[in-house]
Nanobody
Framework: QVQLVESGGGLVQPGGSLRVSCAIS????????MGWYRQAPGKQRELVAD???????KYADSVKGRFTISRDNAKNTVYLQMNSLKPEDTAVYYC????????????WGQGTQVTVSS
């Protein structure tokens, strides 16, 4: 059973920065793409960014130029650096492995809450 532990969320003012991390219990993501997703209250979960095992990245239009996804295979950890945060970025952020078609699979972790507010 793969376990995912997200951390690093918190309360930040608009325009501020946060880095969230995701530790995975097995080294499956040395061969799998990893994605960061988020879910805001009353909204569906959406893809924020993902990164392949080779380091290719993809971003949602709403976060391009502000967020950066990265991974450290030696540490079994994936990161999401979030800059120029906006109130609409407020959500619970989750990481998850993705299959070859870019679809999330396995169980979701508990997520980490990011709140952008003055």
């Amino acid at each position: 059973q793969v376990q995912l532990v997200e951390s690093g969320g918190g309360l930040v003012q608009p325009g501020g920065s946060l880095r969230v991390s995701c530790a995975i219990s097995r080294s499956i993501f040395s061969t799998n793409a990893m994605g960061w997703y988020r879910q805001a209250p009353g909204k569906q979960r959406e893809l924020v960014a993902d990164i392949t095992s080779g380091g290719s990245t993809k971003y949602a239009d709403s976060v391009k130029g502000r967020f950066t996804i990265s991974r450290d295979n030696a540490k079994n950890t994936v990161y999401l650096q979030m800059n120029s945060l906006k109130p609409e970025d407020t959500a619970v952020y989750y990481c998850v492995p993705e299959d070859s078609a870019g679809r999330p699979f396995g169980s979701w972790g508990q997520g980490t809450q990011v709140t952008v507010s003055s």
